[in-house]
């Protein structure tokens, strides 16, 4: 049974650039939530995605976007990107009926 | 506004020396309080999940415990392979976001 994977595992970008990430879920999840996870820090709520919907958002500016496709993978997107952009950005996926999310191993996003 | 603490920042124990670490929060209704180890560079590893004071979860060598304003996770005889950062996160009624404390780096010497 395959968890929830994320592509690309590292990546660098430069200051104003754009950079989308992406997720799949765990088998059989339908819902599916962004962290961003500075380092010595605990992971910060992003945004949650259900039936292609963001559902709720965390302290995030609209430079951060998302979307979930009728497979219920998932896309973050992060436009003009900032020095302090820079954490490990974790995709976890649950079912809507249990409260429980389950994560991936996360893409290091590094901004020069 | 809602807050997750945990305590110790940081823990070194010797191989077999048994310690609890602590997560105390502060939320409006509590619906779930979840347990997660990571390791460097990783995401965080599920390990339980505890929903009413007075429950408890074992799982080898790791216990948890809830109370109404904490919650602790016990470690038995630690190796050296549990080493790794424990995270505590709540999630609150009305929302579906966790809120995640700042961990607890576990270094236990052989």
């Known amino acids: 049974d395959a968890g929830v994977t994320q592509s690309p595992t590292h990546l660098i970008k430069t200051r104003g650039q754009q950079v989308t990430l992406r997720c799949s879920p765990k088998?059989?999840?339908?819902?599916v939530s962004w962290y961003q996870q500075a380092l010595g820090q605990g992971p910060q709520f992003i945004f949650q995605?259900?039936?292609?919907?963001?559902?709720q958002r965390g302290n995030f500016p609209d430079r951060f976007s998302g979307h979930q496709f009728p497979n219920y993978s998932s896309e973050l997107n992060v436009n003009a990107l900032l020095l302090g952009d820079s954490a490990l950005y974790l995709c976890?996926?649950?079912?809507?009926?249990?409260?429980?999310?389950?994560f991936g191993p996360g893409t290091r996003l590094t901004v020069l | 506004e809602d807050q997750v603490t945990q305590s110790p920042e940081a823990l070194r124990l010797q191989e077999g020396e048994s310690s609890s670490l602590n997560c105390s929060y502060t939320?409006?209704?509590?619906?779930?309080l979840f347990w997660y180890r990571q390791d460097p560079g990783k995401g965080p590893e599920f390990l339980f999940t505890l929903y009413s004071a007075g429950e408890e979860k074992e799982k080898e060598r790791l216990k948890a415990t809830l109370t109404k304003k904490e919650s602790f996770l016990h470690i038995t005889a630690p190796k050296p392979e549990d080493s790794a950062t424990y995270l505590c996160a709540v999630t609150t009624s009305g929302t579906y976001k966790y809120i995640f404390g700042t961990g607890t780096r576990l270094k236990v010497l052989a």
């Open positions: 939320v409006s209704g509590l619906r779930g």
């Open positions: 995605y259900y039936e292609e919907e963001e559902r």
């Open positions: 976890a996926s649950s079912d809507l009926r249990k409260d429980t999310q389950y």
């Open positions: 088998s059989g999840h339908d819902t």
